[in-house]
């Protein structure tokens, strides 16, 4: 649930005077509270790194499947276009 009926835990965090400073800053350009925009940075971060396992299995797969051709990268077209291959 998002929004201001939202329910909430109170959660408290300790940060270093020029993170503090930083934080304020931000949250006081954005029009939000520091909570908001500690909420929002959270957020993202979790969602980044929840989606970062997906690339790196991608990525995996990729480096285990070699083709074994040395100009794959430029002539793509014409080697998928190829039955033989």
């Known amino acids: 649930m998002h929004g201001p ?14 993170l503090y400073e930083q934080v304020k800053q931000k949250a006081n350009e954005l029009g939000c509270s520091m909570a908001e925009l500690a909420r929002i940075c959270i957020k ?4 980044s790194d929840f989606a970062q396992p997906k ?4 990525i995996k797969l990729a480096e285990v499947h070699r083709s074994g ?3 794959l990268s430029l002539k793509h077209d014409e080697y998928l276009s190829n039955e033989e291959w």
């Open 5 to 18: 009926h939202a329910i909430m835990i109170r959660a408290q965090i300790q940060l270093e005077p020029n």
């Open 44 to 47: 993202e971060k979790l969602d």
């Open 55 to 58: 690339w790196a299995a991608s």
């Open 69 to 71: 051709l040395s100009d």
